[in-house]
């Protein structure tokens, strides 16, 4: 009977096997492994092996050791801010069902950035928790903002509609993180290396209490796996399947945000990751998210050790911020994915 | 009975018409009296005689070096990056029908200013070199995201997403060359991100006049054909214009007219992409918005500048004034033409 | 009144490398009504298109008086061949007079003044499409219909000989539909426009056409007058469907009722092949 048939599937959800997905996660594992031995032994210093496999035990007798040393959280703080913003990319993009959704073109970092700043500049907040808590606010307050814009008027929130919302309420935001700024030059140095994004000065006392908001937002996003699933098919058949949509919907972005607001508040905001790494991992394992979730975390991690590597690499003997690297990368591909999409779905 | 309706006809016309130019010559005497303004009040107020006496070139003690060298430099640059901006600003968003799509979201600005930036600190440059420069730098970003953005023919919202994404990247320039400025301070660095008069002098104003007189007349004299776009391109073309060759001059105009002033003062926030729309909602969308856009930019530009030195606590540069401003006008924008789906 | 021919020849046209148009031959008969009929995507608006100059042909051309438009200037071709197409742009709060002022763009240049001759232009559109009451109105206030009949009134404005429309009645009702068409119809008969429109209801194509083309895959199928062009042949070869072709007796017209699976009145329902 042709009328009860069910919908097709999109196709790229049962073309490939398992066991190809599980190749891929063998090999993407590979890579993050090299890469975090590449984090911890490359800088702008050259350091002996000896000395490395010195510091990694505990030693930090000379100055090589020391170097190690302070590698180490770096690489700790850069492997979990990349597994959260990729994440946080693919639940965002699953839960608004947009391609160009991302920490960054919503606006959420930039949130995170004016909660922290005029928290700091208004507020006197010092201590580590105070300044997670208001960058997870401003990033929820700024990307519901965000998306009730983009989603007013016709046709919801069109590709178009939130890119622009959210561009234009990122350059609202930074004008008004400067206001805040200006007047301050007592925090205004701090304020400004923290504001182009980086992992360099990580300690462990600054990474441990942004880790149960971490715990907390990866075990949201990755259940939610399944929910993301269901919303692909539209708000309207989602529905139809027996799924509670705007709840499902709500508890997606929560985790995403508590994700990029977390990581905003130690590394200040890192552009384009979350857009870049899901469509990536798109290419490799398709749309099922109970894959691309999990892959989306490690090429994440991936891409953010590399890019900090090579920030400390071609700038010899400076460093250049990983934000600055992230955004040189990251840009070129937000245009490719714009020229791939065709007019009318803009 | 036809020269009945023929006479109501010129008569809503000549009507409409005066309406405009009534509502023109408004903002010219505001932009006007607020340019006096400026000349004579600020931390101490100067008599109207005087300042009379120092345009005419006499040697007033006391007022000379504050009007002559401080206050009228700084009030002749904001007028023309003001009129640029609004002019330049409203052009885009008419070409494209969007009034998001001006060329501080589309990465015009931010090219431009990245130039300018690149060409002082890194290049040691100076004077009316970075403005040529910047404005080279802002037709290669200009060319760039039309070339992108091609593929078919130029769809605006493709042209305005890889806009955004060019202006991202170029953000990130700005922020790495400002980070490696030998002596850094962030009043210099306020110019390049967000845009400020402080510090004119009058040899400024000469590469903005010129730039005024060769974009801004080469957009004026595409001025109708500019209004035949708005109505799609489709029925544009059908009414006789050659839609790619009118938007390559529009651009060139547009982005010329754009960077010098922003080579100058910095991209200052949000004045192009304000004017239009504010100009839009005033004298509406009959005649064309060109120089009533400019006029609102000059607007915008004074009283945003007068409002950060001498209204708010603290001294603010012009841009972040006008970001502060703009922020919520622009989000009522967004909102409306969200609701709507229309164009300016 | 001069009367202008318009033909295609050869003509091949697409957007990029897809080919949409496939050597294809047309002659527009002078002074009449032509509606293209066919089914989605088989080149009816590419044809439009590409006859307006709006796209460029890969080969072949299209001839104005034996000239090609595309080596007519723009301006002095939109003097005798207009296009209103399927969606156009009204500027927000634009007042009908204003709007269809705008169709004296091709007579006009950088340093003309607006003359009488200009006004007259407007009212006598405004006449023609009766919207003279709402020439101090809002565009964006009027319905759908009346929004219609002032984008034909700017098309007035232009005085072209030679208008084309694409889906001039999508988006309305019936009775409005019938009023646009109707509207045309007086401005073929009154001054001898030649009208060339595409349509998306058969049944309202051979009521008003002289002149019925019918397109499938790019080329022209058949093209003649309405009785001879509008058969169950015509129908099955250019929309896959079969159908009855009765007389209206009001206008004598043909008119295509399509046959279904369902719902015979002779007997049982045709099944779909069974297992």
């Known amino acids: ?346 | 009975m036809t020269s009945l309706t023929l006479n109501a006809i010129i008569e809503g016309r000549q009507r409409r018409g005066r309406r405009h130019f009534r509502l023109v010559g408004l903002m010219l005497v505001l932009v006007l009296a607020i340019f006096a303004l400026t000349l004579s009040v600020g931390q101490s107020i100067t008599p109207p005689g005087d300042v009379l006496r120092v345009l005419l070139g006499e040697n007033v003690p006391g007022a000379t070096f504050t009007v002559g060298q401080l206050r009228l430099p700084r009030a002749v640059l904001a007028v023309l990056a003001g009129l640029s901006f609004g002019l330049g600003g409203v052009a885009f968003q008419i070409m494209l029908r969007n009034p998001l799509a001006s060329p501080d979201i589309i990465g015009i600005s931010s090219g431009a200013s990245a130039a300018a930036v690149f060409a002082i600190i890194l290049l040691g440059m100076k004077g009316p070199m970075v403005s040529v420069f910047a404005v080279v730098a802002g037709l290669g970003v200009a060319l760039l995201v039309y070339g992108l953005s091609s593929r078919n023919g130029v769809a605006g919202t493709r042209l305005i997403l890889v806009g955004i994404g060019v202006s991202a990247m170029l953000e990130s320039v700005i922020a790495y060359i400002l980070s490696q400025a030998p002596a850094w301070s962030l009043q210099e660095a306020m110019r390049w991100l967000t845009g400020s008069v402080n510090g004119a002098q009058i040899g400024q104003a000469l590469p903005l006049v010129l730039a005024l007189v060769v974009f801004g007349g080469l957009l004026l004299s595409r001025s109708r054909d500019l209004e035949a776009l708005r109505l799609g391109d489709d029925t544009a073309a059908a009414l006789g214009v050659r839609v790619n060759a009118t938007r390559i001059m529009i651009i060139i105009g547009a982005v010329g007219i754009i960077a010098s002033a922003t080579a100058i003062t910095g991209p200052i926030a949000f004045v192009a992409f304000l004017s239009g729309p504010i100009a839009a909602r005033i004298v509406g969308n009959n005649r064309s918005l060109l120089i009533p856009s400019a006029l609102i930019g000059a607007l915008l530009v004074l009283a945003g500048d007068y409002a950060g030195q001498f209204l708010l606590p603290g001294r603010y540069p012009v841009g972040v004034v006008t970001g502060a401003l703009g922020a919520p006008y622009l989000i009522y924008l967004i909102v409306r033409v969200n609701r709507t789906g229309g164009s300016l | 009144m001069t009367v202008h021919t318009l033909t295609a020849s050869g003509l091949s046209a697409g957007y990029g490398e897809t080919e949409i148009l496939n050597d294809l031959d047309l002659a527009i008969p002078p002074g009449k009504i032509t509606v293209i009929v066919g089914a989605n995507a088989c080149g009816k608006s590419t044809l439009l298109r590409t006859m307006s100059r709006l796209l460029t042909p890969h080969r072949g051309q299209v001839l104005l008086d034996g000239k090609s438009i595309h080596k007519t200037p723009p301006r002095e071709l939109a003097r005798t061949l207009g296009l209103l197409p399927q969606s156009p742009i009204a500027p927000e709060g634009i007042t009908v007079a204003d709007l269809v002022s705008r169709g004296r763009h091709p007579h006009q240049n950088l340093f003309s003044r607006w003359t009488r001759k200009d006004d007259e232009a407007v009212d006598v559109a405004l006449t023609a499409t009766k919207t003279v009451e709402l020439a101090d109105r809002p565009v964006d206030e009027l319905s759908g219909g009346q929004r219609q009949r002032i984008w034909i009134a700017m098309a007035l404005a232009q005085e072209t000989e030679v208008l084309l429309l694409d889906e001039p009645t999508t988006f309305l009702d019936i009775s409005h539909q019938v009023e646009v068409l109707d509207l045309l119809t007086d401005l073929n008969h009154s001054r001898g426009t030649t009208v060339v429109m595409v349509l998306h209801d058969l049944n309202l194509a051979a009521r008003y056409a002289d002149h019925l083309v019918t397109m499938t895959e790019g080329r022209i199928h058949v093209s003649g007058r309405p009785e001879d062009v509008l058969t169950e042949a015509t129908v099955r070869h250019v929309f896959g469907l079969e159908s009855r072709i009765i007389i209206d007796p009001t206008s004598g017209r043909p008119i295509m009722l399509p046959i279904g699976r369902h719902r015979m009145a002779t007997g049982q329902d045709v099944k779909e092949d069974q297992p």
């Open chain 1, 1 to 346: 009977m042709r009328l009860s048939r069910r919908p097709d599937l999109p196709r790229s959800i049962v073309a490939r096997s398992h066991r190809t997905k599980s190749l891929w996660l063998v090999g993407l594992v590979a890579i993050l492994a090299l890469l975090l031995m590449l984090s911890v032994t490359v800088g702008t210093r050259e350091v002996a092996w000896t000395d490395i496999f010195a510091a990694l035990s505990g030693k930090v007798d000379d100055i090589g050791q020391a170097a190690v040393a302070v590698r180490i959280p770096r690489t700790a703080l850069a492997l979990m801010a990349g597994a959260a913003l990729g994440l946080a990319g693919a639940v965002m993009q699953g839960v608004t069902r947009n391609p160009l959704a991302d920490p960054g073109i919503l606006g959420v970092n930039m949130g995170a950035s004016l909660a922290v700043v005029v928290g700091v500049a208004w507020f006197d907040i010092a201590s580590a928790d105070a300044y997670i808590w208001t960058a997870v606010l401003g990033a929820g307050c700024s990307a519901v903002f965000v998306y009730t814009i983009g989603s007013l008027g016709r046709g919801g929130a069109t590709p178009l509609k939130l890119a622009l919302a959210g561009a234009a309420t990122s350059v609202a935001f930074s004008s008004m993180v400067i206001a805040v700024v200006l007047p301050r030059a007592d925090i205004a140095g701090g304020i400004r290396s923290w504001q182009i994004g980086g992992v360099g000065g990580a300690t462990f006392d600054r990474i441990l209490p942004v880790l149960p908001f971490l715990a907390v937002g990866f075990a949201i996003s990755l259940l939610s796996a399944r929910k993301l699933n269901s919303l692909a098919l539209g708000d309207e058949l989602a529905a139809g399947l027996g799924e509670r949509v705007a709840v499902a919907r709500a508890a997606a972005a929560l985790g995403a945000i508590l994700l990029c607001g977390a990581t905003t508040a130690i590394c200040g905001p890192i552009g384009f990751l979350g857009l870049v790494v899901p469509h990536l991992c798109r290419l490799l394992v398709g749309v099922d998210h109970r894959w691309l979730l999990p892959f989306s975390m490690i090429g994440g991690a991936c891409l953010l050790l590399a890019a900090d590597v090579v920030g400390r690499i071609v700038a010899r003997p400076a460093e250049l911020d990983v934000g600055i690297v992230t955004a040189l990368i990251g840009a070129p591909f937000f245009i490719w994915i714009v020229r791939r999409q065709r007019v009318r779905e803009l």
